[in-house]
């Protein structure tokens, strides 16, 4: 098992574009979170999928961005329109169904920059 | 609304001392973690605490849980240069998946 998987691990991009990143989880977990962390600060909650279903997602997810776990496996994260408040670490995470502990294991992130 | 709070922000401490990070958080949890993250790297699991009094510890760092206080400490005993790292805590609720985290404690340990 390779752990959590991110790409690309970095991005740059004009104002306006759209750009897509991928996730994916490790095997057999069955939730896939996506959180956002700027610098000197500490991961926030976009939204989470329990299988291909979205169950929360939180505000500051705005109409331009939109998450997808088509399958169950792995997870898109599309952001368009992109804004220069947008420049941030999208970090993805990943855990089992089961367990009381339900620690979420993080990939090492996608960084994204809009010029 | 859940809010998480850490401090020291910032820590600079010198190998072989003794510190403590605190984490208050606003609501009711029954979970609490602890987080390490290197620069440039991805966060890596130190401690899930679920219930009150609990105590949890790896090595040189030890995790404790007060649940009426809302309160988690990360005690860092004979510091070494190894432990330099950025420590958040984050908190957990068994009906809501998500995570809440702190502003982080970056930690530097010199000689």
């Known amino acids: 098992d390779t752990g959590v998987s991110q790409d690309p691990r970095h991005k740059i991009t004009k104002r306006g574009q759209n750009v897509t990143f991928r996730c994916d989880p490790i095997?057999?977990?069955?939730?896939l979170y996506w959180y956002r962390q700027t610098l000197g600060q500490g991961p926030e909650f976009l939204t989470y999928f329990q299988n291909e279903a979205q169950l929360e997602k939180s505000r500051l997810l705005s109409d331009r961005f939109s998450a997808e776990r088509p399958k169950g496996s792995f997870s898109t994260l599309e952001i368009q329109r992109t804004e220069q408040g947008d420049s941030a670490m999208y970090l993805c995470?990943?855990?089992?169904?089961?367990?009381?502990?339900?620690?979420?294991?993080f990939g090492a992130g996608t960084r994204l920059s809009v010029l | 609304e859940l809010k998480v709070e850490q401090n020291p922000l910032f820590l600079s401490m010198q190998e072989g001392k003794n510190y403590t990070i605190y984490c208050n958080y606003s609501t009711t949890s029954d979970r609490l973690y602890w987080y390490r993250q290197d620069p440039g790297k991805s966060l890596e699991s130190l401690f899930v605490?679920?219930?009150?009094?609990a105590v949890k510890q790896e090595g040189r760092l030890m995790a404790s849980l007060d649940t009426k206080a809302r309160l988690s400490t990360l005690h860092i005993t004979a510091a070494v240069h190894d432990l330099s790292a950025t420590y958040f805590c984050?908190?957990?609720?068994?009906?809501?998946?998500?995570?809440?985290f702190g502003t982080g404690t970056r930690l530097q340990v010199f000689p």
């Open positions: 995470a990943s855990s089992p169904l089961e367990g009381a502990k339900n620690i979420q294991y």
């Open positions: 605490l679920l219930s009150n009094g």
């Open positions: 984050a908190v957990g609720n068994y009906n809501t998946d998500k995570l809440i």
């Open positions: 095997s057999e977990h069955n939730r």
